[in-house]
């Protein structure tokens, strides 16, 4: 793993170089991205082919088994994404190249339709854009994710969608209709509420007050909406916790879960340059209490102990949040999602025209 050199942080950006990946035979020293004429590194959306869309998931930690990813790579920029390793595989950087180098599946809903379509295929809830933003901007020229979710409506297929972003509500419509049938739970994540930390954390999401502006329209259509303190970071945001949770049930969110900073790969570098920018005086207390919360690493992929950590700060976290979620009202548990309406389609490869329903 190579290391990051040069100062000062990249506007806009939550990583400040191309660190080298893991797949890489030569390690190499990133230097930053330089700005073009004082602008910050342009985001490119690359048009791909997927053979298909619909991935299990079988990890006992999230609530779903199913999954699409309409996006990789993910112009938000959040520095702690977990999802940022995913970038390897297509030999591409997990830092920069992860926040301007968008891949849109532009079949999605092509390979939607059709796997919806398959003799094999059981109806259970599928997650929408769990490992990157499906409501990032190139979704708002793209609009593939509206497309998967005019396919879910028809096909009366459930579904759940985390997001960071305000884009959410131009699909409003079809949300309010997807909740009248019990289709469809929204999470949004909401990190902090200081605007400050937040376009330093996550430079291009929407900010606190946006989303919870979401959590209240989305509230206000009869959508089922929860709200996620994700990722809880020691001596960052861990005292915002119980302002979070008031903040986003006062608008209606009518749950709550949390994760603890998970590190993995190459977001662990990435990680630790950026709190050397922006926090080079708590640095050594939030890596030592994340080592501290996974047996003196910095992260570990543990099955049922990854998301929520061990030890002590982890203990008193987990106590804390289900005070504080109590006191809010936050609790509860949604209604399941609906399976019995499911219409499976069968079209033909050719024309593509539809054959019959069963």
């Not at 092509?110 to 990157?132: H, M, Q, W």
Request: glycine fraction near 8%; include cysteine; aromatic fraction near 6%.
């Amino acid at each position: 793993m190579n290391s990051i050199s040069g100062r000062g942080a990249i506007r806009g950006r939550g990583a400040r170089s191309n660190i080298s990946h893991r797949f890489q035979r030569r390690s190499v020293v990133a230097e930053p991205a330089e700005a073009v004429d004082g602008e910050p590194p342009v985001t490119q959306v690359l048009p791909v082919r997927a053979r298909s869309v619909i991935t299990r998931n079988r990890s006992p930690d999230v609530g779903f088994n199913l999954s699409v990813n309409p996006y990789q790579g993910c112009e938000h920029g959040c520095v702690y994404c977990f999802a940022r390793p995913s970038h390897a595989y297509h030999d591409l950087s997990p830092g920069l190249d992860f926040e301007t180098r968008i891949l849109a599946k532009t079949n999605a809903v092509d390979c939607f339709v059709r796997e919806l379509a398959a003799p094999s295929y059981r109806c259970e809830p599928i997650a929408i854009g769990v490992n990157t933003d499906a409501y990032q901007p190139a979704e708002r020229d793209l609009r593939i994710t509206r497309g998967l979710l005019e396919t879910c409506l028809a096909r009366r297929q459930p579904a759940i969608l985390i997001t960071k972003s305000r884009l959410i509500l131009r699909d409003k419509d079809l949300l309010a209709e997807l909740a009248r049938l019990r289709l469809v739970r929204v999470a949004v994540s909401l990190t902090t509420l200081d605007h400050d930390l937040k376009r330093r954390l996550e430079p291009r999401t929407a900010g606190p007050g946006a989303r919870l502006g979401v959590i209240g329209e989305l509230a206000g259509a009869g959508v089922p909406v929860s709200v996620m303190v994700a990722p809880i970071i020691p001596r960052i945001n861990d005292a915002e916790m119980e302002r979070i949770l008031a903040a986003a049930a006062a608008r209606g969110a009518r749950s709550a879960s949390y994760v603890l900073l998970r590190l993995p790969d190459e977001v662990e570098p990435l990680f630790r340059d950026w709190l050397a920018v922006h926090f080079p005086e708590r640095a050594r207390a939030v890596m030592g209490i994340l080592q501290d919360c996974h047996r003196g690493k910095a992260y570990r992929s543990a099955f049922h102990t990854r998301m929520r950590g061990e030890g002590e700060f982890a203990e008193i976290i987990g106590q804390r949040f289900a005070v504080a979620r109590r006191r809010a009202g936050l609790d509860r548990q949604l209604e399941p999602l609906d399976t019995s309406r499911f219409v499976r389609v069968r079209k033909e490869p050719e024309t593509g025209g539809q054959l019959d329903l069963f």
